[in-house]
């Protein structure tokens, strides 16, 4: 006989579980007609850590963010942020979180200050607050003696920083930031994780999507998601010590471009790419293969400088994790 609910122990496990963390998700589904756009995913966020969400355009992480920001409904399982379900207390979620997207959500014709002015009244912060928390989110973000200029003049650099300042201006237990440093220079980037960095020892949950495999490494726990589902859980460090399939040969020559190909034809290889300068080939016993790699390469007039066997990048976990589509590493 088919199962038709739950029993009160499972419940009060569930209740915990959510309680527990800042993010709870179990079994979600989000169909748009026969596109199945996040397919059984499970997950959660601990409380007051910083949670990198990772994968490709349109692998779902947007989708994944908008049903945590009550904007779009599961087609099946649940969602908890705060303790408070995404479907059924959806006002009790808005009230606590931040959200900043990757076009910023600036209106272009106001001024700084009249952006702050904005987003803190829409939040409900007002009058004496309302300044204080104007005067901490300006020099949070290095935009003192900059209030009264348009915010069309911005850089995107500044505008990246007021973005985050109106996405906490209310003070929110948890912070939801959907590929925040697209289209920003490195520099930017950078002086922006320092901000997050900053938010979350003041005890901010952030939860971030990015496919920026760099970023990566400033989160305490990662989730890779590809085609709707995840493939990859955990910290940064326990991701690359367990979940790389097979061994990385980064190789150092004088025409990587020539290179990759020539490995790729040797059909030795589960992964050949380009790293910058140097190319990365992945096998499970990868340097047994650098007698017959050298010589193939040398043979077609592609020089050799050196080939070190070396620790795995979250990106090379990740391309070996996307390679098996579906599969879920727990």
Not at 96 to 105: A, E, K, T, V
Not at 171 to 189: C, H, K, N, Q, Y
Not at 250 to 262: G, L, S, T
Not at 284 to 309: C, F, N, Q, W, Y
Request: aromatic share 8%; with cysteine.
């Amino acid at each position: 006989m088919a199962r038709t609910g739950r029993t009160e122990s499972e419940v009060a496990r569930d209740h915990t579980q959510a309680n527990d963390h800042a993010v709870y998700v179990e079994n979600l589904t989000k169909n748009f007609g026969d596109f199945t756009a996040v397919d059984n995913v499970s997950f959660a966020v601990e409380r007051g850590t910083i949670f990198g969400f990772l994968g490709p355009n349109g692998a779902g992480k947007t989708t994944t963010i908008r049903v945590l920001l009550g904007l779009l409904k599961p087609t099946s399982g649940r969602a908890t942020v705060l303790g408070f379900d995404v479907v059924k207390q959806t006002n009790e979620v808005k009230r606590r979180i931040g959200y900043m997207s990757q076009r910023f959500s600036l209106y272009d014709d106001l001024t700084v200050d009249e952006n702050l002015n904005f987003y803190g009244r829409t939040y409900g912060v007002k009058n004496r607050r309302l300044r204080a928390r104007k005067e901490f989110v300006l020099q949070m973000a290095g935009l003192e003696g900059r209030e009264r200029e348009l915010t069309r003049n911005l850089s995107g650099g500044w505008k990246q920083r007021l973005a985050l300042g109106a996405s906490i201006i209310h003070e929110p237990e948890m912070l939801f930031l959907d590929e925040p440093t697209a289209g920003v220079d490195p520099i930017s980037r950078r002086s922006f994780w320092d901000l997050l960095y900053n938010l979350s020892e003041q005890g901010t949950t952030i939860m971030v999507t990015t496919h920026y495999m760099e970023e990566a490494e400033h989160c305490q726990s990662l989730a890779f998601i590809q085609r709707g589902r995840i493939v990859v859980r955990g910290s940064p460090a326990v991701i690359k010590e367990t979940k790389m399939r097979g061994q990385v040969l980064e190789i150092d020559c004088d025409d990587p471009a020539a290179a990759i190909p020539i490995l790729r034809g040797m059909e030795a290889f589960e992964e050949v790419a380009l790293y910058g300068a140097l190319v990365h080939a992945v096998a499970p016993d990868v340097s047994a293969l650098e007698p017959k790699i050298a010589a193939r390469l040398e043979s077609a007039g592609v020089h050799v400088r050196t080939m070190d066997v070396i620790a795995p990048s979250l990106e090379d976990v990740f391309i070996s994790s996307v390679r098996v589509p579906g599969e879920e590493a727990g």
